[in-house]
């Protein structure tokens, strides 16, 4: 992909996610369920959709209307342990953050990286909420993370990888930052046939993270690519599926979580 073309999908995506965060006092995209569905890639707070994605002990252990914009659940197949170090990929509002700063405790860390200045502090602003210490956010690109090598234990990202015109730099810079024998837990979104080319060059449906979702096999592929292994898969088939995204685009699009390691 040219560099101007590149160039034009990631401010169509910042402008977007900063919108979104302007957004968030009145509950991201609106106050009802069929207002935030439509929302980049799913906003919510702690309402209907936030509960189809997360267990009601995850919600209730951050107490806070904090902005879901992901399509799945990383940290629910991440198996983070006490004392680990987290990096998440497009933090957003802060969300998934906050959920894993609660598994790995006061002697671990998490890192959110975000490339929209709004979102971080956002981010910033709710983890000052919470009273969470052991989160710090960083403005950076996934595709040149701010982060030391052999740094993390845990990669998570949630429906933001789809969003990168250069998906094989963000695995290879993931698999960078982590520390060998480390995991990457990253849900997104995957398609089960072509998207038309109409569809590919529209910037509302790249900043919709559907234009630049990859089809299951090419997106695993380029997993194993930069170096992972022991590849493990799981399904959560969204409500998107049947809803007019889906039909517009003529290819069935799905929500993937996907674990995966990086050798010792």
Not at 45 to 69: C, D, F, K, V, W
Not at 132 to 154: I, Q
Request: glycine share 10%.
């Amino acid at each position: 992909m040219g560099t101007e073309r590149s160039k034009d999908i990631k401010e169509a995506v910042r402008g977007l996610y900063s919108e979104l965060a302007k957004q968030h006092a009145s509950s991201c995209c609106g106050s009802s369920p069929s207002e935030s569905s439509s929302c980049g890639c799913g906003c919510s707070g702690t309402g209907t959709r936030a509960q189809m994605l997360y267990s009601r002990g995850e919600l209730e252990s951050i107490a806070a209307n904090i902005p879901s914009l992901g399509c799945g659940n990383p940290i629910a197949l991440s198996e983070l342990q006490e004392g680990e170090v987290v990096l998440d990929l497009g933090s957003g509002g802060g969300l998934d953050c906050f959920l894993a700063a609660k598994r790995v405790g006061p002697q671990g860390r998490v890192i959110g990286l975000d490339m929209t200045p709004e979102m971080i502090r956002l981010a910033r602003a709710n983890a000052e909420q919470l009273s969470l210490g052991n989160v710090e956010f960083r403005l950076g690109e996934m595709e040149h993370m701010p982060v030391d090598s052999d740094s993390v234990d845990v990669v998570i990202s949630n429906c933001v990888v789809n969003l990168s015109t250069d998906k094989d730099a963000v695995f290879r810079e993931a698999y960078r930052a982590l520390k060998p024998g480390g995991r990457i837990c990253v849900s997104d979104i995957v398609t089960h046939g072509e998207l038309p080319q109409s569809v590919r060059d529209d910037l509302v449906q790249w900043a919709g993270c559907v234009a630049g979702a990859l089809k299951e096999d090419d997106y695993l592929e380029r997993i194993r690519s930069a170096g992972f292994v022991g590849l493990e898969k799981q399904d959560a088939v969204l409500d998107r599926n049947k809803g007019d995204a889906a039909r517009a685009v003529g290819a069935p699009i799905a929500s993937i979580t996907v674990k995966a390691y990086k050798p010792k």
